[in-house]
């Protein structure tokens, strides 16, 4: 295939991956979201608050997207020089297009079983995650504050943090709207993680084992294609007595497709044993997206 064609192909994908999981983002929020008062984690969680707060006490109604789009303009800036420019931009334009969607469309309630509403509702708005997440691109918010520390200091517990923003919005909501709407928020919350993980890989650490003729070879290609380097050891083949060398890496599912894409275009012959990882521990980072 042509690669400018190939090239234009994907980028007609994931725009309509984008498009997509927006227009789901924005659907979620006026049904689900909105018939069971629930708040989301994030900047959005923290839009919705703010909504509720000056309409509660001020009866004043403010616009969602001029409070999501506020609060994401100072993290944006951030993640255009830590994590990735491409990354980044196509963030930002999948908040704005979501954001305006959001008061532009009309509420409806779809059903009115809280617990219904906490999980369906969490599977809908995860799958519109999911496809932005795979066109490249994020929801923004705490998104981009993770990633930023993330690139910046290499490590995951930024992550974590946002987890306990975002729990301490719903706390928050609830003290002010109701428990029982912080509760049902905590399990949409969970189930909305929970289907993330389950269809998004980028972030799920491999470890793998490779035997090669030729680590410089394949070390240069991890680093060039990956961001990430290898630790190779010596070695024999038992049955062919035949010098080798195991090259050992920890790698993210994305990274993996890519470098195996390589390897089974550059080096036949060379064999690669993945295996799971639940934890790693020290210098391991996912790569800027652009």
Excluded at 25 to 38: C, H, K
Excluded at 138 to 167: C, E, P, R, V, W
Excluded at 241 to 263: E, P
């Amino acid at each position: 295939m042509n690669p400018d064609k190939k090239s234009f192909g994907k980028t007609l994908l994931n725009s309509a991956l984008l498009l997509a999981g927006s227009i789901i983002f924005a659907l979620n929020m006026n049904t689900f979201i909105a018939a069971g008062d629930l708040v989301p984690g994030g900047f959005s969680g923290l839009s919705i608050l703010i909504q509720g707060l000056f309409q509660k006490y001020l009866n004043i109604e403010i616009p969602f997207s001029v409070l999501n789009i506020g609060f994401n303009l100072v993290p944006a800036l951030i993640a255009f020089r830590l994590v990735g420019k491409r990354f980044t931009i196509l963030s930002c334009f999948s908040i704005f297009l979501s954001s305006i969607l959001v008061d532009l469309l009309p509420k409806y309630e779809i059903v009115d079983d809280p617990l219904l509403i906490a999980v369906f509702g969490a599977i809908f708005g995860a799958i519109g995650i999911v496809l932005i997440l795979n066109s490249g691109a994020s929801s923004g918010g705490t998104d981009f504050i993770a990633m930023s520390l993330a690139a910046k200091f290499q490590t995951s517990n930024s992550f974590t943090y946002m987890l306990l923003f975002s729990a301490t919005v719903i706390l928050i909501y609830g003290w002010q709207f109701g428990m029982d709407k912080a509760l049902y928020s905590i399990i949409y919350q969970f189930c909305y993680t929970q289907v993330i993980n389950t269809f998004y890989k980028r972030y799920k650490k491999k470890t793998l084992f490779i035997i090669t003729e030729d680590p410089e070879q394949l070390s240069k290609a991890l680093i060039e294609i990956t961001n990430h380097s290898a630790t190779v050891w010596p070695g024999d083949g038992a049955y062919t007595k035949k010098h080798r060398y195991v090259v050992y890496t920890v790698l993210s599912d994305n990274d993996i497709r890519k470098i195996s894409r390589y390897i089974s275009q550059n080096m036949p012959g060379t064999f690669v044993n993945v295996l799971n990882s639940d934890e790693v521990i020290g210098n391991f980072f996912i790569r800027p997206l652009d």
